[in-house]
């Protein structure tokens, strides 16, 4: 995990650390070489938050701890997990041999109009958490909350609702949600901005980071997009098409691209001011 300069000025924007999503082990080692500070292991071809194989977050696990990095995995929508295919698949829940992950997230898409979504969550989190629940020297990955942009599209919690749900539940699965994420469900029909201006990303930002949280955005963003995207000051920018050849998010990442959009964040986040320092949050302890 990396570390803030401490010789930023006060009145400058922090840059956030760049999560790069990749699907295999030759992406992350490219991802890793262009700089990215975080890997995120996913399927894009299984949807926004597609679950990777666990022999495939194995392996991108495996260099992420070698680089020194933090590593999350995507582990699908909670739509995804039945009772029924619980109890036909135990393999759903997560090995042992994926303790060393940092953070694992789902998405809520599919239950926008489900009174008990919360408490679906919440079940689904600790199913899935409980092939490693380990030894007193390892523990489980903490949580990312995930907030869809165009969330009518998702069928999803709207964004207030899962800001909420975060902030005021206190039982123990809630306690290990150390940030939230925001994205595109939709990856054909529009960006980040084009679903949420930067005045609601900023508010949501505003509260997740007030309570000690990290707050990381994506949502096929662009090198075009970082002026706006620092006005809302987010901890993470994380992406995939971005970083891809021809900018297709089904394609591989490409190390020279992951290094120039590193050098486009700090630049971009230097020029921007702040009226106060932004906490960065559980990546940097």
């Known amino acids: 995990m990396t570390e803030s300069s401490s010789e930023t000025p006060r009145n400058e924007v922090p840059s956030p650390q760049l999560l790069v999503s ?5 992406e992350a080692s490219d991802a890793l070489a262009g700089g990215c500070q975080i890997l995120d292991v996913k399927d894009p071809s299984r949807g926004s938050l597609g679950r990777a194989d666990n022999s495939v977050v194995e392996q991108i696990l495996r260099a992420g701890i070698a680089a020194g990095v933090s590593v999350s995995a995507a582990l699908g929508e909670v739509a995804d997990y039945s009772t029924s295919q619980n109890v036909e698949n135990p393999n759903l829940s997560l090995p042992e041999s994926l303790a060393g992950l940092s953070f694992t997230k789902l998405g809520l898409a599919g239950l926008g109009h489900d009174g008990n979504w919360s408490a679906r969550w919440h079940d689904t989190m600790s199913y899935l958490a409980g092939g490693i629940r380990l030894s007193d ?4 990955p903490d949580w990312v909350a995930v ?6 599209a998702a069928d999803a919690p709207a964004p207030d609702e899962v ?3 975060v902030l005021s539940s206190s039982d123990s699965t809630s306690n290990r949600i150390a ?10 029909s529009g960006r980040l901005f084009d679903s949420l201006p930067v005045e609601k990303l900023r508010e949501l930002a ?7 949280r990290f707050f990381a955005a994506a949502g096929r963003l662009t090198s075009n997009m970082l002026p706006e995207l620092a006005l809302a000051r987010p ?6 098409s971005a970083v891809c050849r021809n900018e297709d998010r089904k394609s591989s990442v490409d190390a020279n691209a992951v290094r120039t959009l590193r050098a486009e964040i700090d630049q971009t986040f230097a020029a921007g001011t702040a009226s106060k320092d932004l906490p960065i949050g559980a990546f940097n302890d």
């Not at 940030?179 to 054909?188: C, E, N, R």
């Open 137 to 140: 020297e390892k523990s489980s």
């Open 22 to 26: 990749v699907r295999s082990a030759s």
């Open 147 to 152: 907030i869809y942009a165009d969330w009518q």
């Open 235 to 240: 901890d993470i920018v994380a992406v995939r």
């Open 163 to 165: 800001v909420d749900c």
């Open 206 to 212: 505003e509260s997740v980071q007030q309570s000690g």
């Open 179 to 188: 940030g939230v994420l925001i994205d595109t469900w939709s990856k054909k």
